[in-house]
T-cell receptor, first 115, second 114 residues
Framework: GENVEQHPSTLSVQEGDSAVIKCTYSDSASNYFPWYKQELGKRPQLIIDIRSNVGEKKDQRIAVTLNKTAKHFSLHITETQPEDSAVYFCAASMGAIQGAQKLVFGQGTRLTINP | KAGVTQTPRYLIKTRGQQVTLSCSPISGHRSVSWYQQTPGQGLQFLFEYFSETQRNKGNFPGRFSGRQFSNSRSEMNVSTLELGDSALYLC?????????????FGPGTRLTVL
């Protein structure tokens, strides 16, 4: 079926350390993989995305890697700061109907940065 | 540019009633997608509308329906409300189809069914 599994569900790290969140997806035709950050009481916002023709993408302290063979992608946050505390969602495009894929989201990871 | 807006922000209904939620996308965006967010299920895709046509839909019962107008504004309707429909309903807009483009989310409508 159409599924994105995200691990861990909660993650606590010390300020300054790195955090890694992993996702696996079920559809080999998936070609777009965004990551969204949702702070408490706020709307989700895109922080980084990657397409299937790229293996890695970096934006300052945030990076995403994609392994199409394993159907696995990961979010890496380095030098974590208190403002990184939020819920992070991965997503994968899949289930095309008439050429339109939908985004299927993972269950979310609650990241807490401890000062 | 103004962001995505949703009305109303909060709704309280009773079982069996119906409800209509509204979403105004960012100017120029032609795609509007709807999601249900609950603590246990995360973000569940409901449907996507692009240029007034439903382009994709998730695994929700027929009680959930939507439409999009020529100005790209979208409405979502839930009929015969059930307790399990209590959730935060988010809409998101994108310039192109949602499966390929950055989506911008609205603040959500929190629906409580009593």
């Amino acid at each position: 079926g159409e599924n994105v599994e995200q691990h861990p569900s909660t993650l606590s790290v010390q300020e300054g350390d790195s955090a890694v969140i992993k996702c696996t997806y079920s559809d080999s035709a998936s070609n777009y993989f965004p990551w969204y950050k949702q702070e408490l009481g706020k709307r989700p916002q895109l922080i980084i995305d990657i397409r299937s023709n790229v293996g890695e993408k970096k934006d300052q302290r945030i990076a995403v890697t994609l392994n199409k063979t394993a159907k696995h992608f990961s979010l890496h946050i380095t030098e974590t700061q208190p403002e990184d505390s939020a819920v992070y969602f991965c997503a994968a495009s899949m289930g095309a109907i008439q050429g339109a894929q939908k985004l299927v989201f993972g269950q979310g990871t609650r990241l807490t940065i401890n000062p | 540019k103004a962001g995505v807006t949703q009305t109303p922000r909060y709704l309280i209904k009773t079982r069996g009633q119906q409800v209509t939620l509204s979403c105004s996308p960012i100017s120029g965006h032609r795609s509007v997608s709807w999601y249900q967010q609950t603590p246990g299920q995360g973000l569940q895709f409901l449907f996507e509308y692009f240029s007034e046509t439903q382009r994709n839909k998730g695994n929700f019962p027929g009680r959930f329906s939507g439409r999009q107008f020529s100005n790209s504004r979208s409405e979502m309707n839930v009929s015969t409300l059930e307790l399990g429909d209590s959730a935060l309903y988010l809409c998101a807009s994108s310039f192109g189809l949602a499966g390929y483009n950055e989506q911008f989310f609205g603040p959500g409508t929190r629906l409580t069914v009593l």
